[in-house]
Nanobody, 124 residues
Framework: QVQLVESGGGLVQAGGSLRLSCVGSGRTFGGYGMGWFRQAPGKEREFVAA????????YYADSVKGRFTISRDNAKNSVYLQMNSLKPEDTAVYYC?????????????????WGQGTQVTVSS
């Protein structure tokens, strides 16, 4: 069974930092594009960041550019999201996603595999 499991969410004050992790199992994601989406209560799911299989190319939503950094470790079948200078509007459930075609993630906002999500809450 293929799974993506996120961790690292929690409660943080505005201006603080969190690092989300996502570990894949059931298959090797080394050749896959991976990314992060988020969904706040009452809002649509929103693209956050994506990274190609090599890690050489990354994509970000304008709302997080300069504050968030996506990275990956293919040896650990993992992708990470370092979130700095957090704002209350970053509060959401964050989902990890993987797809063989990275453009489906950052352009089409779709993905083949999804995690169950981790809650991030930023207090003002």
């Amino acid at each position: 069974q293929v799974q993506l499991v996120e961790s690292g969410g929690g409660l943080v004050q505005a201006g603080g930092s969190l690092r989300l992790s996502c570990v894949g199992s059931g298959r090797t994601f080394g050749g896959y594009g991976m990314g992060w989406f988020r969904q706040a209560p009452g809002k649509e799911r929103e693209f956050v960041a994506a990274i190609r299989w090599s890690g050489a190319t990354t994509y970000y939503a304008d709302s997080v550019k300069g504050r968030f950094t996506i990275s990956r470790d293919n040896a650990k079948n993992s992708v990470y999201l370092q979130m700095n200078s957090l704002k209350p509007e970053d509060t959401a459930v964050y989902y990890c996603v993987a797809d063989l075609d990275a453009s489906r993630i950052y352009r089409d906002y779709r993905g083949e595999y999804w995690g169950q999500g981790t809650q991030v809450t930023v207090s003002s």
